[in-house]
């Protein structure tokens, strides 16, 4: 069975930085797209990042510059360092995993909690 743990949150000031990290175990396989998806209170998910095996990414454009998404292909890491954080980007993050495989799969972390206040 494919797990996806998230970790790394925590609280932080406006303008410091954390880094998540999400790990994968019961993968036989490298996942086509790996993405960080975050939601906070009162709102729907929503993507943040998003990174494919051939190592293109892509961005919300309220991260850009900010954020940055890189994976260990052959581990199924995913990482997301964050930069200037702000009160708004204060959610839950989660991690996701999605590709085709004979099938359409996607897979989902339990989150981690990212705390922006002063």
């Known amino acids: 069975q494919v797990q996806l743990e998230e970790s790394g949150g925590g609280l932080v000031h406006p303008g410091g930085s954390l880094k998540l990290t999400c790990v994968t175990s019961?993968?036989?396989?490298?996942?086509?797209?790996m993405a960080w998806y975050r939601q906070a209170p009162g709102k729907q998910r929503e993507l943040v990042a998003t990174i494919k095996s051939s190592g293109a990414t892509d961005y919300a454009d309220s991260v850009k510059g900010r954020f940055t998404i890189s994976r260990r292909v052959p581990r199924n890491t995913v990482y997301l360092q964050m930069n200037s954080l702000k009160p708004e980007d204060s959610a839950v993050y989660y991690c996701?995993?999605?590709?085709?495989?004979?099938?359409?799969?996607?897979?989902w972390g339990q989150g981690t909690q990212v705390t922006v206040s002063s």
């Open positions: 019961g993968s036989t396989f490298s996942f086509n797209n």
């Open positions: 996701n995993a999605n590709g085709r495989r004979g099938r359409d799969y996607e897979f």
